[in-house]
Nanobody, 125 residues
Framework: QVNLMESGGGSVQAGASLTLSCARS????????VAWFRQGPGKAREFVAA????????YYEDSVRDRFTISRDNTETLIYLQMHSLKPEDTAMYYC??????????????????WGQGIQVTVSS
């Protein structure tokens, strides 16, 4: 397991953009499948986006596919979730999650073995 920390959340108006970051202590994300999940008020945690071990392949939940982008920086020390055209229904606690593996990432939270503490994103109409 690795220690992860999210940053970049906040409160914005509908239509705005935010970029979340996820950093790990003591290393990088090379050979890690990485993902973002979110949990809205009164809802179960749900898959948002993921990328495979080198970031070449990405996967998205349908409602964010054309608005969110998951990526990692060139040094693979940060994972990003760029969020555009935010909607009130995007309001949630956002979590980054990783697993050291060569297999494609899954959309189920129990597959990931390291999680951040989460960061709040609030979108008002």
């Amino acid at each position: 397991q690795v220690n992860l920390m999210e940053s970049g959340g906040g409160s914005v108006q509908a239509g705005a953009s935010l970029t979340l970051s996820c950093a790990r202590s003591g290393g990088n994300f090379h050979n890690y499948a990485v993902a973002w999940f979110r949990q809205g008020p009164g809802k179960a945690r749900e898959f948002v986006a993921a990328s495979n071990l080198d970031g070449a392949k990405t996967y998205y939940e349908d409602s964010v596919r054309d608005r969110f982008t998951i990526s990692r920086d060139n040094t693979e020390t940060l994972i990003y979730l760029q969020m555009h055209s935010l909607k009130p229904e995007d309001t949630a606690m956002y979590y980054c999650a990783v697993r050291h593996t060569s297999f494609p990432p899954r959309r189920t939270e129990d597959w990931y073995d390291s999680w951040g503490q989460g960061i709040q994103v609030t979108v008002s109409s």
